[in-house]
């Protein structure tokens, strides 16, 4: 019985102008998306062939990320140039930063598409389940024949689900062919894992809103109060709760600015290079000197942006659209502990090569060839004992409750 | 008539769930943002003084002019607006190993965020059905059986729409902006309150231009349910899709070199490059006056040639001269290695400059991008203010050196034998950085593109909306 109400749910959708427009946006949205990122990851793939270090220069830089076409992240910040020398390391950004409009907006990847659109597109499909049926009279001839309310439910979420994922994974699918053409990007096996994980959670996330849409409708009489309640929820979820969390977490954590670190750094370093042309001096304890105080200075920057971060992200996980985000970044490999972690490597290269360095300039010696910077990506294992797991299963947490609540919502429906 | 129109629809949006809805999520969101932000503001007050302090402590004991452009760069203080508006001021800085990615992952909520996202949704959540709602209600054949004309309904229905949309909006405004005139450490001035009104009006257009759309969706619709899916639709196209692709796009028709490339195409140019050239034209230099003064030729310690210069008037001469000769060969080296360095940043500049204008006028086309470049120009936190910082700073850059130029001469005229360069000097009388904002009128005039799009985009908009209802079909 379950599945003739899906059936039922799926049919009528698929005549009416709801699923119209919104295939249309799916469509449109999702290759665009695709086909954006893929033409900004081709970009910089040409870039990194030109910027590439040669062999035995003191260079830590990753190719782009070809799971960032998907979720862009930090991939930018993780495919800066870590340029080693006696006094520490230099960072070059990349030519992202000459264009000021691409701070201005967010990038157009296929996780904005889901978390912005596609969560809009789920409670559309969900806003109207119980209270339009009520309006419609409809909802009273279904009970009028006996079907149990929990099959009733259950038939409208599996009919809605299946309207709104079937499309959405094909053309996810299609999006995916059309990289799977260009011979420069290879999914290793894992990260094929990755994308399927990727693909799982989006769908997790999708039905949360779908169920949140059918609980506000079965909360209301009216469907316009229903779709007028949805939107302000659903602005809440997606842009106030989490970029309002984390400006709420800098009032609570004091971290220094990036402009005061630098401006500490710069001062070190020019006072240690004066000293060090005073007579009796050493060149080497004074670069030494600016190792040191340049690793404390990152050091209680780390320790205090970590916990900044770990405080943003527990407020803004009261939001689903934030753990999605951090989830399916921290998959892709383009999330905040990404960064975090290469930048621990990156540190730990510049420590085992810089005493070599240093020598070498204060000897005045031929400059030297240093092994190759070495990075693996975090496996699958580690990403989810870090917060993906804790993310996904928040998100199925979110799912369960809001399907559970809707029940009991539609159980004591009055539908009158 | 057109009164009457106005107020039954000021009236019926007063009492509607959405009127309520919207009210309390607003009064919220905007309290809760313009309290945080100010608090954001002082701490970066707080944090821009012992940063202050801490360079005149540098400069104090160790400023010395080979390096002190390390330490001296021109910094932007935080501005009185940042209580309300943030445009480009985040911290991201991609160029520092210690970076702060958050902003990349979640933006910064403020004034312009809460109209372009939240009131344009507002908008078009009490518009969708203005027509068609009424339609299926049955008034719209009542009123016009009652002999009012369509363009009074339309207009009054537009005008009494918009009217009750900033009572929500302006009166959540009045208790952030009570937050920051009680504030005793934020000091708006006149030219700041004049900016916010002027944001403001930009706001009303903005708001009515979606108000206008939602009202021309609805009178192309027979049932409000269409409608609203059209009118989301057309919502997600211009907020959230338009302005995103923009810049990707631009980046595809008008593409820059990579910048880490040039960085260290150009480090290398003024560093090991730069030394070289100095290194050769110095030598050059020195051949030529040793034939002059042959006692150059000579070897002499730092100890001998001060006791010589102290004794010896001919010496003096010849020191001062090779002093003179060397200082204009390293002169002459980072002239012409600054103007090849110049000449190929210029010319990336001028590459990122045409990409960056092209991306802004492709994003034009959403409105949220001309009320957001709006916004940020009149608050002195977008594009045209760093261009601004960017004169400013040059300005001050040129002051300092001929500031230092001038220094140096005077203490090689003292002491020729000490390399004046690599010494501490008492810097305290130098030229120093102050930042002021642009004038109201400079960033009024930045504005006006946006505001005259924004009028042409709520105009066509309101015509299209106006013909359709007039042949709208009532029945």
């Not at chain 2, 092209?358 to 916004?375: G, I, R």
């Amino acid at each position: 019985m379950t599945w003739t109400i899906a059936q039922k749910e799926i049919v009528s959708n698929l005549v009416s102008y709801k699923f119209f427009v919104v295939l249309l946006l799916t469509i449109v949205l999702v290759l665009t998306s695709f086909f954006i990122m893929h033409r900004d990851f081709k970009n910089r793939l040409s870039d990194y062939q030109v910027i590439r270090p040669k062999p035995g220069d003191p260079i830590a830089l990753l190719p782009p990320n070809p799971l960032s076409i998907m979720a862009k992240g930090l991939d930018e910040a993780l495919a800066r140039s870590y340029e080693i020398s006696p006094i520490g390391i230099t960072v070059r950004a990349g030519q992202k930063s000459g264009n000021i409009i691409f701070s201005l907006f967010p990038a157009p990847d296929f996780l904005y598409v889901v978390r912005v659109v596609l969560s809009l597109v789920a409670l559309l499909f969900g806003f109207d389940q119980v209270s339009q049926e009520k309006e419609k009279g409809t909802l009273k001839l279904m009970l009028s024949n006996g079907l149990s309310r929990s099959k009733i439910l259950l038939g409208k979420w599996i009919g809605n689900f299946l309207s709104l994922s079937v499309p959405f994974l094909l053309v996810t699918l299609l999006g995916v062919a059309f990289l799977s053409l260009d011979p420069d990007i290879h999914f290793s096996s894992e990260q094929t894992l990755r994308f399927f994980l990727i693909l799982f959670l989006t769908l997790v996330y999708i039905t949360f809103f779908l169920s949140l849409g059918i609980l506000i409708s079965t909360l209301t009489k009216r469907a316009a109060s229903s779709i007028v309640i949805l939107l302000f929820i659903w602005a809440l979820l997606v842009f106030v709760i989490p970029n309002l969390g984390t400006l709420l977490a800098r009032q609570i954590v004091n971290v220094p600015s990036v402009r005061a670190l630098s401006e500490k750094r710069q001062q070190v370093w020019t006072r240690e290079v004066l000293f060090s042309q005073g007579e009796g001096s050493k060149l080497a304890d004074h670069l030494r000197t600016i190792g040191d105080e340049n690793d404390r200075l990152d050091e209680n920057y780390r320790g205090k942006f970590n916990r900044l971060v770990n405080l943003s992200k527990n407020i803004n996980r009261l939001s689903p659209a934030a753990s999605f985000v951090y989830a399916v970044t921290d998959i892709a490999g383009t999330g905040i502990s990404e960064e975090n972690s290469l930048k621990r490597e990156v540190v730990r290269y510049k420590d085992s090569i810089i005493q070599d360095m240093i020598s070498t300039v204060v000897s005045n010696s031929k400059i030297k060839e240093y092994p190759a910077f070495g990075y693996n990506y975090r496996s699958l294992s580690s990403v989810f004992a870090q917060g993906a797991l804790f993310d996904s299963a928040w998100l199925i947490f979110f799912n369960i409750l809001f399907f559970a609540l809707s029940y009991f919502a539609f159980v004591k429906y009055d539908v009158r | 008539m057109l009164r009457t129109i106005v107020k039954k629809e000021i009236q019926n949006n007063l009492y509607s769930f959405r009127f309520l809805v919207s009210f309390a999520m607003l009064l919220v969101i905007v309290s809760v943002t313009v309290f945080i932000l100010t608090s954001d503001y002082l701490k970066k007050i707080d944090e821009y003084s012992q940063r202050q302090t801490e360079i005149e402590n540098y400069m104090k004991n160790y400023a010395h002019f080979n390096r002190v452009q390390n330490v001296l760069g021109a910094t932007q203080p935080p501005i009185p607006f940042y209580s309300l508006v943030r445009g480009l001021s985040s911290d991201v800085n991609l160029g520092e190993f210690d970076d702060d990615p958050l902003p990349v992952m979640f933006p910064l909520i403020d004034l312009a965020f809460i109209v372009t996202i939240l009131m344009s949704l507002i908008a078009l959540i009490f518009s969708y059905d203005s027509v068609c709602g009424e339609k299926e209600d049955g008034t719209l054949k009542l009123m016009l059986s009652n002999g009012f004309s369509r363009s009074k309904i339309i207009a009054g229905k537009i005008a009494g729409g918009v009217l009750t949309l900033f009572i929500p909006f302006l009166v959540s405004l009045a208790v952030g902006l009570l937050m920051i005139a009680l504030h005793p450490s934020v000091a708006w001035k006149g030219a700041d309150w004049g900016g916010l009104g002027l944001i403001m009006a930009g706001a009303v257009l903005y708001v009515g231009f979606f108000y206008c759309l939602g009202v021309f969706i609805s009178s192309r619709h027979q049932a409000s349910s269409a409608s609203i899916m059209t009118s989301l639709f057309a919502w997600v196209l211009l907020i959230l899709v338009v302005p995103n692709l923009s810049p990707y796009i631009a980046s595809f028709i008008s593409p820059t070199p990579s910048r880490i490339k040039i960085d260290r195409e150009t480090s290398r140019m003024m560093d090991t490059e730069r030394d070289d050239l100095g290194r050769k034209l110095s030598g050059e230099r020195l051949q030529e006056l040793i034939k002059k003064y042959p006692v150059l030729a000579e070897n002499f310690s730092e100890a001998e040639a001060k006791e010589k210069l102290a004794k010896d008037p001919a010496f003096r001469e010849a020191y001062e001269a090779r002093t003179k000769e060397v200082q204009a060969a390293w002169d002459e080296a980072n002239r012409i290695q600054g103007e090849k360095v110049d000449r190929i940043w210029k010319e990336v500049n001028r590459k990122e400059s045409a990409q960056t204008r092209l991306a802004s006028s492709l994003s034009m086309v959403s409105p949220l991008s001309d009320f957001t470049y709006l916004a940020t120009d009149l608050s002195s936190t977008g594009i045209q203010n760093e261009l601004h910082f960017g004169r400013l700073s040059e300005a001050w850059q040129r002051a300092f050196w001929d500031y230092a130029r001038n220094r140096i001469a005077a203490l090689q005229k003292k002491d020729p034998a000490k390399d004046w360069w690599n010494t501490p000097v008492d810097m305290s009388d130098r030229p120093r950085f102050r930042f002021t904002e642009e004038g109201l009128g400079g960033r009024v005039k930045s504005a006006l593109p946006d505001f005259a799009v924004l009028i042409a985009f709520g105009f066509l908009v309101f015509i299209c909306a106006y013909f359709s209802f007039i042949r709208y079909d009532v029945r």
